[in-house]
C-alpha cells in the first residue's frame, strides 16, 4: 500500500491544521492506521492510531483533547485535525499503516507501511 500525505504547513500557536492520509494499491480497510511524528534531533513517536473500523482509538497523552483522528474507508482516507497547536507539536508527521494481521497498533515496530511525511511548524 502507498500513503501520501499532505495538509501540513505553517501556523501559530493556538492554531489547526488537519492532515489526509490517502492510500493506493490496497483499501486501508484492511489496516490500522497510524499518525507518528519526528523532530529534529528525537525519535519518531506515535501521536495517534485507530483500528481498522475506526471503533478503536489511541492518543499520545501530550495531543489529549487537541488531536483528533478518523478515517473514511470509502475515500482509503485516514485524517489527522489538530486543534490548539504548540509549537512542541512542530515535527514531520508520517501516516502509517500497520501489519495486515494487526487490526490495532500503538508500538513503532508493528507499522509496516509508511508514506514520506509533511511537515508541520507552530510558531509562537
Known amino acids: 500500500v502507498q500513503l501520501v500525505e499532505s495538509g501540513g504547513g505553517s501556523v501559530q500557536t493556538g492554531g489547526s491544521l488537519g492532515l489526509s492520509c490517502a492510500a493506493s494499491?490496497?483499501?486501508?480497510?484492511?489496516?490500522?492506521m497510524g499518525w507518528f511524528r519526528q523532530a529534529p534531533g528525537k525519535e519518531r513517536e506515535l501521536v495517534a492510531a485507530?483500528?481498522?473500523?475506526?471503533?478503536?482509538?489511541y492518543y499520545e497523552d501530550s495531543v489529549k483533547g487537541r488531536f483528533t483522528i478518523s478515517r473514511d474507508n470509502a475515500k482509503n482516507t485516514v485524517y489527522l485535525q489538530m486543534n490548539s497547536l504548540k509549537p512542541e507539536d512542530t515535527a514531520l508527521y508520517y501516516c502509517?499503516?500497520?501489519?495486515?494481521?494487526?487490526?490495532?497498533?500503538?508500538?513503532?515496530?508493528?507499522?509496516?507501511?509508511w508514506g514520506q511525511g509533511t511537515q508541520v511548524t507552530v510558531s509562537s
Open positions: 502509517a499503516a500497520a501489519k495486515e494481521e494487526l487490526g490495532f497498533a500503538n508500538e513503532l515496530y508493528e507499522y509496516k507501511y
Open positions: 494499491g490496497r483499501t486501508l480497510n484492511k489496516y490500522g
Open positions: 485507530i483500528s481498522r473500523s475506526g471503533g478503536t482509538t
